[in-house]
């Protein structure tokens, strides 16, 4: 069992290259959301 294959990830093939593929871009894209949304509340953009 792999270290990826435990805590919340406890499913199998929570380690293949394609969910951790996944989960980045979902976590990655959250992050940048809220950044353009942050960015565009604050400032007057446009």
């Known amino acids: 069992m792999t270290d990826l294959n435990r805590g ?12 951790v593929t996944i989960s980045a ?3 990655l894209g959250t992050i940048a959301g809220l950044i ?7 400032y007057t953009v446009g």
């Open 25 to 27: 871009i979902l976590v």
């Open 36 to 42: 353009i949304w942050a960015i565009s509340s604050a």
């Open 8 to 19: 919340i990830m406890k499913f199998e093939g929570a380690d293949t290259p394609k969910a």
